[in-house]
């Protein structure tokens, strides 16, 4: 089974600064993709940023972007210029095959 | 926005009743999910399905059985309702062809409770 780590239960970020959420996962397969998504306190996912296995250039979307080790079996998300919105939890998932497997999140707290 | 509903939005019940969960998509994907939410366990896969009529286990699915007769709607159903079960349960679809690696988007979540 593939499993999903997220080491860091809770973080915190001066306003402006940057951030680095770190995640890990197992697996034999060759071929998946990664996702971050955002969970605010509304409780609705959303989608942060995607990362096919098979593309060795990292993902970016604004003001976010991941550092995707292969080899390392590790994908970061690294936040930058955090805005109060960006508060919430964040969850790192491998998918493969219509199964998405999710790590358990990770408690982002902005400070102004 | 992925047009998707889900309803109940909150519920409460009691042991061993029945319940049955709705999602509806108003953009005729072919990919649904229903997930559940558990602290210290993120999110798990307990069904989905990939069409019509067409479905498939997925981590944590005993106690649970679903339906899609229609592109629109995927239910899902609790038998006999345990305490085990209150969670919060997620929708989702995915919109490529082929949903083996696409990205998914979620509905607003159930809140249940069994008592």
């Known amino acids: 089974a593939q499993t999903v780590t997220q080491s860091q239960p809770e973080m915190s970020v001066q306003e402006a600064e940057t951030v680095t959420l770190s995640c890990t996962y197992d697996t034999s397969e060759s071929d998946y993709y990664l996702f971050w998504y955002k969970q605010p306190p509304s409780r609705q996912m959303i989608l942060v940023i995607r990362q096919e296995a098979y593309k060795q250039q990292n993902a970016t979307e604004n003001r976010f972007s991941v550092n995707f080790q292969k080899a390392a079996k590790s994908f970061s998300l690294k936040i930058s210029d955090s805005q109060l919105g960006d508060a919430a939890m964040y969850f790192c998932a491998y998918c493969r095959r219509n199964n998405l497997f999710f790590g358990t999140g990770t408690r982002l707290t902005v400070i102004p | 926005d992925a047009g998707i509903t889900q309803s109940p939005r909150h519920k409460v019940t009691e042991t061993g009743t029945p319940v049955t969960l709705r999602c509806h998509q108003t953009?005729?994907?072919?990919?649904m999910y229903w997930y559940r939410q558990d602290p210290g366990h993120g999110l798990r896969l307990i069904h989905y399905s990939y069409g019509v009529k067409d479905t498939d286990k997925g981590e944590v699915s005993d106690g649970y059985s679903v339906s899609r007769s229609k592109t629109e709607d995927f239910l899902l159903t609790l038998e006999s309702a345990t305490s085990s079960q209150t969670s919060v349960y997620f929708c989702?679809?995915?919109?490529?062809?082929?949903?083996?690696?696409?990205?998914?988007?979620f509905g607003p979540g159930t809140r249940l409770t069994v008592t």
């Open positions: 953009e005729n994907h072919r990919y």
């Open positions: 989702a679809i995915s919109k490529g062809l082929a949903g083996d690696y696409d990205e998914q988007y």
